[in-house]
């Protein structure tokens, strides 16, 4: 291939060159500054992962191997040449050379004269491409405000196959001023769908820059609302499209106003919101459109947390601060429970049931301050909601382990003859209670979350403290129901039982975590109370029991792995009185529960086929407390050796 291009080569490479642009646009466009666009092409190649698929990368590729192959071959081999005979020293250095070399040669600068020369053709043939464009653009424009409305928009592209045609590369004020004007609510149908469609061809950076932002942003709000969903539909795509392609410093404003947006919805009295008794009908028209917002609104959340650290802290408290607010909104503390209507975080646990959303916010430090200043100052009310629903399951689950009656609150199974798309009031609230866990168990994590607590319930009048969270956790585990069932909102990884053991497991493997709240005779005392129960006898109404006492043992094994666990459970955690017997600390307890384990010498387990793995649980708690000397002094006398052989003959 000769260094010089053809009039082909010149009209190979305008489209090449387009399609490069086209898909770094957005990039460039939301750039600040000429000199941070002229950066963000100098390093494309560290940043796009699709470089190297571009044709115009391609092209060139094969242009500059082929003019320069032969030059770096033939400097490549003298310097191999040179080294050979002990003129050489390093790979690095064979590098540098052959590509000074290559640089200084006659073949490079003809390559570079004519590829510049080239491109000046290129690039001046689509910037006259686009200003004609532009006149066509303008000279639409004059027409429109001749025309009436119904031929707006009517032909927003010329004849050319220009894929810039295709879209605005640019929009100036003045554009941005009639689209704002189109798009008011005053203005018939179809020059605000015309309007919404240009607005989602145009770059968002451009939109987000509009002097009129104020204004269009009130407008996008009320076009959210519009009943007819194609047009609300459009609006939402515009947000999408911003999310995914514009900085931060942009999408928090459009972000905020979607949270707003929302937050007055809820709080709107003519909005279609079901009540409790009602449940919600998922493929209702209006359900649909408020999960879709709702949905983009918890994706946007997922997905900040990864750039915000780049901008200044007041944007991301402004993220915080909308999504708090609009979360916090309770309209329910007046009305009967028949009358109360779904709140926002209901909402929010059907698009993101494991608050994974907040998982992602509490990660750094950097964001967790913020969030847990705020929950501390302004929204503690969020806490306390989330620990009255687990509460609120507890009470329902209870009259049942007593045996008075079944699990009649919200621990219901889906009625197969319902469609999938409808949930009952009982299920949703089931929803909200997993999300509720999800947010506790994260929140207790972290030193500055405990701190939060003691809070105060509304039906309570002692506050309610860690100790006391963690107890209300434990008496959930064997009160819930656990065995899974099909279409039932308790299988798979959403059983209460199985969601607090993961909760109460991460709290084990992190000291601070443990000590502040497993580490105490009241919480071992009720992690073992379905234990003493079997032990002594008395009839307990546990479902799946297995089950329950495999996460039971799961829990105390965790317990018993670290030093200060181990010696609460071998000796208590306060100085022990006179009189107190040992036979009442843990690792008696649990000692006396194995053995009889073994012998299976309880009633209520005999014959289940759980039997060996409740029994391997058991003598895996126990190997953790007498792989020690002073555990295996106390376990010693239960002779656990003989047991464990005997049932092994058997």
């Not at 092209?59 to 191999?80: A, F």
């Not at 967790?368 to 507890?394: D, H, M, N």
């Not at 689950?397 to 199974?413: D, I, K, L, R, V």
């Amino acid at each position: 291939m000769m260094s010089h291009f053809s009039c082909e080569d010149e009209a190979l490479l305008q489209p090449m060159l387009r399609q490069l642009l086209q898909s770094v646009k957005e990039k460039i466009t939301g750039a600040p500054s000429v000199e941070c666009a002229e950066e963000i092409l100098l390093h494309l190649e560290e940043t796009d992962e699709n470089f190297h698929n571009y044709e115009f990368v391609k092209y060139l590729r094969e242009y500059i191997s082929n003019i320069l192959g032969s030059v770096i071959e033939e400097e490549t081999e003298k310097c191999t040449s040179a080294q050979n005979q002990g003129e050489g020293s390093n790979y690095d250095t064979l590098v540098q050379h052959v590509t000074k070399k290559t640089r200084e040669s006659k073949e490079y600068r003809e390559m570079m004269h004519s590829l510049k020369n080239v491109m000046m053709v290129v690039v001046e043939s689509l910037i006259n491409k686009f200003e004609e464009d532009q006149m066509r653009y303008k000279e639409m424009q004059r027409k429109v405000k001749t025309e009436p409305p119904n031929s707006y928009y009517a032909d927003n592209c010329s004849d050319s196959d220009s894929s810039f045609n295709q879209s605005y590369t640019f929009m100036n004020q003045e554009q941005l001023q009639l689209l704002v004007e189109r798009l008011d609510p005053m203005q018939p149908k179809e020059v605000r769908q015309e309007a919404i469609q240009t607005l989602c061809s145009a770059p968002p950076s451009d939109i987000l820059n509009c002097e009129s932002w104020s204004s269009l942003h009130k407008h996008l709000a009320t076009a959210l609302s519009d009943p007819d969903s194609s047009f609300s539909d459009k609006v939402l795509k515009f947000y999408a499209k911003t999310f995914s392609s514009s900085p931060l410093n942009m999408t928090r404003e459009l972000y905020t106003s979607l949270a707003k947006y929302l937050e007055a919805y809820f709080l709107a009295e003519d909005n279609y919101i079901p009540t409790v008794s009602v449940g919600i009908d998922i493929s209702n028209p209006d359900i649909i459109r408020l999960l879709k917002k709702m949905r983009l609104l918890n994706e946007y959340q997922r997905e900040v947390s990864s750039f915000w650290i780049r901008h200044p802290e007041k944007y991301m408290e402004e993220i915080m601060e909308s999504t708090l607010s609009l979360l916090a909104v309770n309209h329910n503390l007046t009305q009967t429970i028949s009358s109360k209507f779904w709140d926002p975080v209901y909402f929010l646990a059907l698009v993101d049931l494991k608050a994974v959303w907040f998982k992602k916010w509490m990660h750094a430090y950097y964001s967790r301050t913020v969030v847990l200043r705020l929950l501390e100052k302004k929204y503690k009310s969020l806490i306390i909601a989330t620990v009255e629903q687990c509460a609120s399951y507890l009470e329902a689950c209870e009259p049942a382990m007593n045996g008075s009656g079944t699990f009649n609150s919200f621990s219901t199974s889906h009625n197969s003859n319902k469609q999938n798309n409808f949930y009952t009031g009982k299920e949703l609230q089931y929803i909200y209670f997993v999300h509720s866990l999800s947010l506790l168990g994260r929140l207790l994590i972290y030193k500055q979350g405990r701190r939060l607590f003691p809070i105060q319930l509304k039906n309570r009048k002692d506050l309610m403290t860690l100790t006391d969270l963690i107890i209300m956790f434990t008496r959930l585990i064997y009160c819930s129901p656990n065995c899974p069932k099909p279409l039932t909102v308790h299988s798979g990884n959403y059983s209460p039982a199985g969601l607090i053991t993961d909760i109460l497991r991460v709290l084990c493997d992190r000291k601070e975590c443990a000590t502040e709240c497993l580490y105490t005779n009241t919480v071992i005392e009720e992690l073992l109370q379905p234990v003493h129960y079997l032990l002594n006898g008395t009839e307990v109404n546990l479902n799946c029991p297995e089950t329950t006492l495999t996460h039971i043992a799961d829990i105390l094994a965790r317990i018993a792995a670290a030093d200060d666990g181990l010696s609460l459970l071998l000796y208590g955690g306060e100085k022990p009185s006179a009189t107190e017997s040992t036979s009442l600390r843990g690792a008696h307890v649990i000692a006396q529960f194995t053995k009889k384990l073994l012998d299976e010498d309880i009633s209520v387990l005999s014959g289940s086929e759980m039997l060996p793995v409740l029994k391997g649980a058991f003598i895996f708690v126990c190997r953790q407390m007498y792989s020690t000397c002073e555990g295996l002094e106390v376990l010693l006398p239960y002779q656990l050796h003989e047991s464990i052989a005997e049932a092994w003959r058997k």
